[in-house]
Every structure is written in structure tokens, then in C-alpha cells.
């Protein structure tokens, strides 16, 4: 069965304090490895799709990385808008069009 | 552009009533999803389609149907409401590319 792990629950950084949100996956054959960004009240929004491990994607102060297990995704020197719960989720080749999400990670970033 | 558009953003309902979430959108995708979202649950799939015509079971279609008579139409119906369904529900859809395009949530309470 598919499954989707992320840790930590929260993080809370300082203004400019660089970090790392990790999400361990099981998948029967991986087709894709989605991050998306939720702030509160709203839909997730799409951030990366990885393929394939060694795969990097970056956008602004985000770069996701994906291995055979895990993806991460980093936070460089983040901000207060960068606040919002960044939701991991796996499409599988036997799963065929279900993809399954990981609970997530708040993250709150101070000034 | 509008993507997905969910109705209603919220309703109280009694137990035992008849409770239908519209979904639309206009991206004219194949595929469309309902995820329910629950505090420390994350997304979870409760019915998708492939297409038009078609729908299969997620991971917690019990006490929902839903059909899909055309492209851009993708209503969620909860039968007989209890108060384990309350919760937020997000319609999506996608195209080839797998990422999923979510509408704002329509937030259900049953008492």
C-alpha cells in the first residue's frame, strides 16, 4: 500500500534560518512526487513534481530533492510569507489515478 | 480564469440530511478528485474519475457517491449525513502532468 510520512508535524524558524521538511515515501513504482503549499482557508497550491531520484527542482528560496525513500524540501533564508503547511503526496504506477498526500508539515516563520 | 469552483464554501447541516457539494471547472481536464481534509489526517481520497462517464472508489468513499455526467461537472453527495463526515472538502482536478488543481474547500458541519 502507498504510503506518504512527513516530519516534523510543525517547525517553527527565525526570519533568514534555513531548514529542511522531509517526507518518506513508500510507492508500488513511483510515477511522480508532488509538493504542494497550503496557507489557511485555501486550497493546496502546486509547487514541484520529482520523478526520479537525484531529481532537483528549485523556486525562489524552495528546492525539493528526491531519493529512492525520501524527498526534502529546503528552505533557504525564509520569511514570513514562506508560512503555510507544505503538504507532501506520491502518485504510484499500481495506484493508478489516487494520489495519496502525507499529513503535512506547518511551518511558521518568525520576523 | 476560475480552474475549480466549489459550492457551498460552507453549510451547517442537520444529521441524517441529504447534502450535495457542487464542484465545476474549466480547465477541461479528464480527471477529477473529492479529498476530504481532517486536523492531523491530511488529504484523503474519497472518490475520483478518469474521465467522463467513469468514477472509482478512494480510500473513504463509504456514506458518499458521486457522478460524472460530463467534462467539467464532478458533484459529491452525501446521502444521510452523520457527524464523522464533518469536515473540509476540496474538489480537484488534473490534466496529463499529474499535479492536481484544487478549489477553495467547501466546509461542512454535521451536528
Known amino acids: 500500500e502507498d504510503q506518504v510520512t512527513q516530519s516534523p508535524e510543525a517547525l517553527r524558524l527565525q526570519e533568514g534560518e534555513s531548514s529542511s521538511l522531509n517526507c518518506s515515501y513508500t510507492v508500488s513504482g513511483l510515477r511522480g512526487l508532488f509538493w504542494y503549499r497550503q496557507d489557511p482557508g485555501k486550497g493546496p497550491e502546486f509547487l514541484f513534481t520529482?520523478?526520479?531520484a537525484g531529481e532537483e527542482k528549485e523556486k525562489e528560496r524552495l528546492k525539493a530533492t528526491l531519493t529512492k525513500k525520501e524527498s526534502f524540501l529546503h528552505i533557504t533564508a525564509p520569511k514570513p510569507e514562506d508560512s503555510a503547511t507544505y503538504l507532501c503526496?506520491?502518485?504510484?504506477?499500481?495506484?493508478?489515478?489516487?494520489?495519496?498526500f502525507g499529513a503535512g508539515t506547518r511551518l511558521f516563520v518568525k520576523a | 480564469i476560475a480552474g475549480i469552483t466549489q459550492a457551498p464554501t460552507s453549510q451547517i447541516l442537520a444529521a441524517g440530511r441529504r447534502m450535495t457539494l457542487r464542484c465545476t471547472q474549466d480547465?477541461?481536464?479528464?480527471?477529477m478528485y473529492w479529498y476530504r481534509q481532517d486536523l492531523g489526517l491530511g488529504l484523503r481520497l474519497i472518490h475520483y474519475s478518469n474521465t467522463a462517464g467513469t468514477t472509482g472508489k478512494g480510500e473513504v468513499p463509504d456514506g458518499y457517491s458521486v457522478s460524472r455526467a460530463n467534462t467539467d461537472d464532478f458533484p459529491l453527495t452525501l446521502a444521510s449525513a452523520v457527524p464523522s463526515q464533518t469536515s473540509v472538502y476540496f474538489c480537484?482536478?488534473?490534466?496529463?502532468?499529474?499535479?492536481?488543481?484544487f478549489g477553495e474547500g467547501s466546509r461542512l458541519t454535521v451536528l
Open positions: 480547465m477541461r481536464h479528464n480527471a
Open positions: 520529482l520523478y526520479s
Open positions: 480537484a482536478s488534473s490534466g496529463d502532468t499529474g499535479e492536481l488543481f
Open positions: 503526496a506520491v502518485d504510484g504506477l499500481r495506484g493508478g489515478f489516487k494520489t495519496i
